[in-house]
């Protein structure tokens, strides 16, 4: 059979191109339909349509592929349901920002013809992400790609959207919502985020005087402006400052207002004076107090940050103008008691950075409770499996405590909100069609609502819509609840909680079985990435320079359940070395298969290592399908990694070649050849789902493959294979050859330098095991042996060095090979170029002054210099010391 000569490299940039090719035209990536097959199913995190593949993506995406492709080679029936996110606000700004550019804007364009150009911008531009998730080897069925807005997905929405309105779960409402003042928009409580730390603010005190008798109540505040819209003013019931003054009435500083001093137990007795002034129209808890206490709420900032209602001749003003305005009007009527530091966190837009403003205002709202419930129920139940299970506790909280649901934005990129507002009753009609008249009277007056949905809202049918709902279509079938859902924790609340609702609601069964969460990506100091700190890693760059497998296999290696991810450049360049090492011993072994007959049945004569190879790819093979299942992805490519580098590679090839190059032995070189061809051929396999690439390229050049390894079947463990006896008396020889290494090193015997061994065996059992193997003492590399004599017995010559192994000593004869006076003289100039170096390093350390003013990286660095040194003279001088015991003995 004509075998394929691997080149001498591995050229992952041709490989990548001309496989991902090979598969994608073949129909791979469609799930196969065997009869009786199993279903399983993925739906991709959309990726949002402006977006760019950024290293979390990465990650994300090669846990999925990893998945995907593992249960297409168990013969399942497996989907990965590719598709993107109109992302609302991010796909507006950008075309928002194209317009502004052309010194145009949204506002003049007109809704349709900003539309128009928002389709356009998408066409063109959008979805980069999908060409640059191929590169990555993805094997998402890019036949079946949807986007949010389409066609099917926004009858979807609509759908959803009218069944919810008539079930009277979906509401309009005057709302306390976060509104960036900057975007002219209602922002979810996630999209409105906390700072990363601190901000330097102030906390400013103001007397609030009372209205009978004199004196007055101290309240503290970080916003002053907004003491214009307080309604009261709380202290705690338990408050023993402040329980004669319940009751009382306070004059509302700046203005003709007087309002009430109430008791809430809410009020934190620590926080400030103790006195809270309530704004119930501009803060969240604030409102909830109100509610409580029936008070009034008075709105005084609008939609675009400014002062608006009874203020008076603050009206108009930027919130931030009036602050200063207020705090000096303050001053000068002596109301302003004093102003401390305060660190606070403002709310602020996810998109444009801006405070946040809460703000009443119109919104549609989806009344929660009755959809959480049940999906809360589907995670305690363990009908849905949250993995980490630490996870599971946080979803329950929040959906414990979760808030009706605004999903109104002020954006025109999005799906428009199927509701008309009739001019002449007043009324609304909800309706699946466009209608062209009011339900309730008949006018035809009427007009769409202008609000579109959050984002959220279609990402939240995602695993429903895009298999075809609201048809009942063979795929909803087939592949509704979805297998695994596979994200980051940071979008749980955001999207996969409400995934969960919508899916129960809608499909009456949740939909996923299981929703693996998994780390961010960090630095290495553990540090997120940032384009102000510099030490963003691009997954494209790393693809161009390394390879797709290089990087994928850099991440799953560090993909522990529960944690974060630590990257450096180093981890990928020692994937690199890894996919190095696979590519030479597959040369090796497809070199020695050159006149191999995969049909034939002679069955040869297999050796001790043979046993043992095929032992240990039993158990590799165990582990990674175990792990794999229990989504310990590390782990997992742990496993083939160990296995294929430090059993296959540093041992099985190096006592196999031997039986290779023996023609008297002809049934060894057969039972070699056969051993070699199948491990080769089923590591490739465990580590396919892994690194794609590399093992197609060479799994295309194993003699008797099929048409691609992708397709292949995944090995499965055959116990016949397992030997633990062979696995135990292997583990004598690895010790043996082990204790042979160590011997030189630590003895400094130059590499070149070829020992006398002596096996000094416990007994005559062992004398014979080690003879009859001697071969596998002898052809590992650097262990140079000149001589190998096996005895039983104890004598040794006192020229040897020993090391106690299972059922042996192992002894190396040190006479005539170290040149002492040679290795003296390097280990003193050594010595004494070390003592130097350290002493320059010291005297720097030493300098007035360094260490309080050098840099800290510079100090470090030092520093660092300095262990090293130390740490080196310490193994040199302790090298002295053993050589000169030895020459003791030896002379
Ligand atoms: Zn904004
Ligand atoms: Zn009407």
Redesign the pocket.
């Known amino acids: 059979m004509a075998i394929k000569e691997l080149p001498k490299n591995f050229d992952f940039k041709d490989s990548e191109k001309r496989w991902y090719g090979y598969w994608e035209e073949n129909g791979y990536f469609k799930p196969a339909q065997k009869p009786g097959a199993k279903n399983y199913c993925i739906v991709i995190p959309p990726p949002n349509v402006t977006g760019v593949l950024h290293i979390g993506h990465a990650l994300n995406n090669t846990i999925q592929d990893i998945l995907i492709r593992y249960h297409r080679m168990l013969g399942e029936a497996a989907l990965w349901q590719p598709g993107t996110d109109h992302a609302g606000i991010a796909t507006q700004y950008v075309v928002e920002k194209e317009l502004q550019k052309e010194g145009t804007s949204r506002r003049e364009l007109g809704r349709e013809k900003f539309l128009e150009r928002t389709w356009k911008w998408k066409e063109e531009k959008g979805g980069m992400i999908i060409e640059q998730l191929k590169r990555l080897g993805a094997s998402c069925d890019w036949s079946r790609i949807r986007f949010t807005m389409d066609e099917g997905l926004s009858r979807a929405v609509r759908e959803v959207f009218v069944k919810l309105y008539e079930e009277g779960l979906i509401y309009r409402g005057k709302y306390l919502v976060n509104w960036c003042p900057g975007c002219g928009t209602a922002l979810s409580q996630l999209e409105a985020e906390l700072g990363e730390s601190d901000e330097q603010g102030q906390l400013w005190y103001i007397r609030y005087p009372f209205v009978e008798g004199k004196g007055a109540v101290i309240v503290a505040t970080t916003r002053p402006e907004t003491l214009l819209g307080d309604t009261a003013v709380a202290v705690n019931p338990e408050d023993d400052r402040y329980k004669d003054l319940i009751g009382k009435m306070v004059r509302l500083p700046c203005t003709e207002r007087k309002i009430p001093v109430i008791a809430d137990a809410y009020v934190d007795k620590e926080f400030g004076t103790g006195a809270l002034k309530i704004t119930p129209a501009h803060d969240f808890n604030d409102y909830e107090i109100g509610l409580k206490h029936s008070l009034e709420l008075v709105q005084v900032i609008d939609t675009e940050g400014r002062m608006t209602g009874p203020v008076g001749k603050y009206k108009g003003m930027d919130r931030f103008e009036c602050r200063s305005k207020i705090v000096e009007d303050l001053k000068e009527q002596g109301l302003l008691e004093k102003i401390t530091p305060y660190p606070v966190r403002p709310g602020r837009c996810y998109r444009c950075s801006t405070i946040v403003e809460p703000t009443l205002s119109e919104q549609w709202f989806v009344k929660i409770k009755p959809l959480a419930e049940p999906a809360l129920e589907a995670v305690k139940s363990g009908r849905t499996r949250i993995i980490p299970e630490s996870e599971s506790k946080k979803y329950s909280n929040w959906m414990e405590n979760i808030r009706d649901w605004c999903i109104s934005r002020q954006l025109w990129w999005g799906h428009r909100i199927p509701a008309w507002h ?6 609304i ?1 909800v309706s699946r069609a466009d209608p062209d ?7 035809k ?2 007009e769409q609502d202008p609000d579109v949905l959050d984002t959220w809202f279609s990402s939240a049918l995602w695993p429903f819509s895009t298999l075809g709902w609201p048809d009942a279509t063979p795929e909803l079938k087939q592949f509704y609840p979805n297998a695994v859902l596979v994200t980051g924790f940071d979008i749980l609340f955001f999207w996969v909680a409400r995934m969960m609702m919508m899916g129960i609601h809608f499909k009456k069964d949740a939909p996923f079985y299981d929703i693996y969460l998994h780390g961010l990506v960090r630095d290495e100091r553990g540090e997120k990435f940032s384009k102000t700190k510099g030490n963003v890693i691009d997954p494209l760059k790393i693809i161009d320079e390394f390879g797709a497998d290089a990087l994928r296999l850099a991440l799953v290696l560090l993909a522990f359940t529960g944690r974060d991810l630590k990257l450096s450049m180093k981890r990928i360049e020692d994937t690199k070395h890894f996919i190095n090492k696979i590519w030479n011993a597959s040369k090796f072994a497809l070199s020695q298969l050159v006149d191999f007959d995969p049909g034939s049945s002679r069955p040869g004569e297999q050796s001790l290592a043979d046993k043992w190879i095929l032992s240990r790819l039993q158990a590799a093979t165990r582990e990674t399908i175990r792990l794999i299942e229990q989504y310990q992805f590390s782990e997992a490519a742990q496993a083939v990694y160990h296995f294929f580098w430090d059993e296959f590679c540093d041992w099985y090839i190096e006592w196999s070649k031997p039986f290779f190059y023996r023609p008297e032995k002809p049934g060894q070189k057969i039972a070699a050849q056969k051993t070699i061809h199948q491990v080769l051929d089923s590591a490739l396999r465990l580590l396919h789902p892994f690194m794609p690439f590399v093992t197609e390229e060479i799994w295309q050049a194993v003699p008797g493959h099929g048409d691609s390894l992708m397709m292949a079947d995944f090995p499965a463990p055959d116990n016949e294979l397992v030997n633990p006896s062979v696995e135990d008396a292997v583990k004598d020889l690895q010790e043996a050859v082990s204790a042979v290494r160590n011997l030189r090193s630590e003895n400094m015997v130059p590499i070149a330098a070829k020992v006398k061994v002596l096996v000094l065996a416990d007994d005559e059992d062992a004398a014979n095991f080690f003879k009859d193997h001697r071969l596998y003492l002898e052809s590992p590399p650097s262990v140079n042996i000149k001589e190998l004599e096996v005895k039983a017995g104890t004598e040794k010559p006192g020229s040897c060095v020993a090391t106690r192994v299972r059922r042996a000593e192992v002894c190396v004869d040190l006479t005539g090979i170290i040149d002492f006076d040679k290795e003296f003289s390097r280990l003193a100039k050594e010595e004494e170029k070390i003592l130097k170096e350290l002493e320059r390093v010291a005297a720097t350390l030493a300098k007035p002054g360094f260490a309080d003013k050098a840099p800290r990286e510079v100090f470090e660095k030092h520093l660092g210099i300095k262990i090293d040194l130390t740490e080196k003279l310490a193994a040199l001088q302790s090298n002295l010391k053993r050589l000169q015991n030895l020459r003791g003995r030896i002379k």
């Open positions: 009739c001019r002449d009753c007043k009324k009609t008249k009011c339900r309730n009277c008949g006018s007056n009427i």
